[in-house]
């Protein structure tokens, strides 16, 4: 008689059927998912464990729980210093340019210190940060070491997500053979690695917004905010009303942005990193990118305690900017 793999009663529980299947609590989550990052799991087993959560659609618990185990795998090096702000970035642009880079950018020219992580090629005919932050001048850090030593002296490190755990990029390349989004494409947005004390993500589906800010609540973080972005980073759209769900001194709340502009513009035609790398360096300019830029700025201000309000937040950002455009000039 066979022994039951320490993996299948998680498969079990969430596919017996419509009557006793059921989402996995978060220190199951937690549990399969060191099982996982272990390379304990067989590659059947964990095609069925992602495809059957994929399905029902993850709960906060499950992406808590899938957060909090990449966390308890990530040896932090001693004394690696904290940055301010955990800015996800997953999605890639296909319409427009990665503003948000610029926004996360100008931030970090201001005394914000930002670990942003990400990946890239999962999906096709998208530009990813990675290659937009090279054109920038920001190259991804080699090492967990080397991105504190950037946050360190350019108060910005972006971290591949193969850097924090080379299984989590396995899990993410398994979309192009399974067919289907996993759930790591919901869970990077929480992963928060070097745990940052704030945390801006973005959704490109609506309702996923309060699973985000209720899978952090359940992490423990902080100060959050989580909105729908163009194309699904965190990048503000200036023409567009923002709903922000997020946490604030660990309580939940919900705030309204109305629209910065009155007119939208069209897709860009040029996704090129260089031409991003010109709006940044003076060489171009546009006043629908650069509200974007400071739209998206200005989001994370408040939690980050630099401004009072909206209206302060949205000042402090254009002063940036327009201090950042002189300079250029």
């Not at 992580?117 to 990675?130: D, F, I, K, P, V």
């Not at 997500?161 to 929480?190: F, S, W």
Request: proline share 9%; aromatic share 6%; charged share 20%.
């Amino acid at each position: 008689m066979s022994t039951e793999h320490p993996f299948a009663p998680y498969i079990r529980l969430l596919g017996k059927g419509p009557r006793l299947s059921r989402p996995l609590t978060l220190e199951e989550a937690r549990a399969a998912t060191a099982l996982i990052l272990q390379g304990a799991v067989e590659p059947v087993q964990l095609g069925a464990f992602l495809c059957l959560m994929r399905v029902r659609t993850e709960t906060p618990e499950e992406v808590a729980g899938f957060a909090l185990a990449v966390q308890d795998a990530l040896p932090l090096p001693a004394g690696l210093p904290r940055p301010d702000l955990d800015w996800p970035s997953y999605a890639g642009k296909s319409r427009r340019l990665p503003l948000y880079l610029l926004a996360a950018l100008l931030l970090a020219e201001n005394g914000v210190r930002i670990l942003m992580h990400g990946a890239e090629g999962h999906t096709a005919g998208r530009l990813y940060a990675r290659e937009s932050l090279e054109a920038l001048g920001h190259a991804p850090a080699a090492s967990l070491a080397e991105a504190g030593a950037l946050l360190e002296t350019r108060r910005f490190a972006y971290v591949p997500l193969a850097l924090l755990h080379p299984r989590l990029q396995e899990i993410l390349d398994l979309k192009a053979l399974l067919g289907l989004r996993t759930p790591l494409h919901t869970v990077a947005r929480n992963l928060n690695p070097f745990r940052a004390p704030a945390a801006l993500m973005s959704v490109f589906h609506p309702n996923y917004r309060a699973l985000h800010q209720e899978a952090a609540r359940l992490m423990g973080q902080n100060a959050m905010a989580c909105f729908k972005g163009e194309g699904g980073e965190s990048e503000r759209r200036p023409d567009k009303p923002c709903l922000v769900e997020g946490l604030a001194g660990g309580v939940p709340f919900s705030e309204d942005w109305p629209p910065l502009l009155a007119e939208t513009a069209p897709p860009d035609e040029d996704l090129s990193p260089a031409r991003l790398a010109a709006l940044w360096r003076g060489g171009w300019s546009d006043p629908f990118a650069e509200a974007a830029v400071v739209a998206t700025a200005a989001l994370p201000l408040g939690l980050l305690g630099r401004a009072g309000s909206q209206a302060e937040a949205l000042d402090l950002a254009q002063r940036w900017w327009e201090n950042r455009k002189a300079a250029a000039g």
